[in-house]
Nanobody, 125 residues
Framework: QVQLVESGGGLVQPGGSLRLSCAAS????????MDWFRQAPGKEREFVAS????????YYATSVKGRFTISRDNTKNTLYLQMNSLKPEDTAVYYC??????????????????WGQGTQVTVSS
């Protein structure tokens, strides 16, 4: 199993930016696609962004496309999510996730092998 620890969440005003990080240990990080999901109060956990094992390919939910950027540094075993132009509806707990199978991109919770503990992002004035 891979262990994942998120950081970087907090309170930000609408229009502001945050950068989330996810530090990985355990399994060989570079062999796995990685995702960000989020869960708002009373709602189901939803897909935000995905990145292939090499970092070559990225995928985004329609609601965040053009505002969020997912990236990874395989030399540091770290996943990132740069969030710009934040809106109140982006308020949620954000989770990083490692894939279940090597080198397989996933965009649903069924593809998740490991979850982080989550980090709270609150967008409010």
């Amino acid at each position: 199993q891979v262990q994942l620890v998120e950081s970087g969440g907090g309170l930000v005003q609408p229009g502001g930016s945050l950068r989330l990080s996810c530090a990985a240990s355990g399994r060989t990080f570079y062999n796995y696609a990685m995702d960000w999901f989020r869960q708002a109060p009373g709602k189901e956990r939803e897909f935000v962004a995905s990145i292939s094992w090499s970092g070559t390919n990225t995928y985004y939910a329609t609601s965040v496309k053009g505002r969020f950027t997912i990236s990874r540094d395989n030399t540091k075993n770290t996943l990132y999510l740069q969030m710009n132009s934040l809106k109140p509806e982006d308020t949620a707990v954000y989770y990083c996730a490692a894939g279940k199978d090597t080198r397989v991109v996933f965009t649903t919770t069924q593809g998740v092998g490991s979850w982080g503990q989550g980090t709270q992002v609150t967008v409010s004035s």
